[in-house]
């Protein structure tokens, strides 16, 4: 018979570990996988994302880390459209993660930093943030409006650059429909 608990009600219970055991299933055993996630926010600054992995590597390496799967990303820390971050953030949530390392605490996200943490510790994965640097309130206040404001110049640069195309091409239907 299989064993049963029982809850403070006498309400009948069995854990999956004995169901599996009495029905002849087995199993099987889930590796989590280990994640490096580098980011920067344009091409340009290549470089640095090959400084950062080289940070998380030797950090590794000192740990005794193996089997780190390295995903780096270029893109800015406000656009959560990136897919290398996005899938990361699915495989967390599935489970299949059971460390995430991270250079710098703003290289996962600009913003909702606690969120992603929570995240992660819900799914049982663990975040290891390895550059802990400790700014000043108002140093990390000036960092995140020059995030900001580079973020929405670049829209109204790009908004500029649509406008132009678009004119033109009212222009050339204009002479076109002449």
Known sequence: MLPAHRTST???YWDRADLDKYLGRTTAVQVKKRYAYCRVSSSAQRPD???QRKVVEQFCVA????D???LEEIGGGLNFKR???LSLIDEIITGEVETLLIAHQDRLSRFGFDLLKHLCDVHECSLTVINVEAV?????MVEDLKAITHCFSARLYGLRDYRKKLN???KLGAENGK
């Open 10 to 12: 006498g309400r009948r």
């Open 68 to 70: 780190v799967e390295y």
């Open 49 to 51: 994302l090959k400084k």
């Open 63 to 66: 740990k005794g880390l193996g």
């Open 168 to 170: 033109e091409a009212l």
């Open 136 to 140: 000043s309130p108002e140093r990390e």
């Open 83 to 85: 897919p290398k971050f």
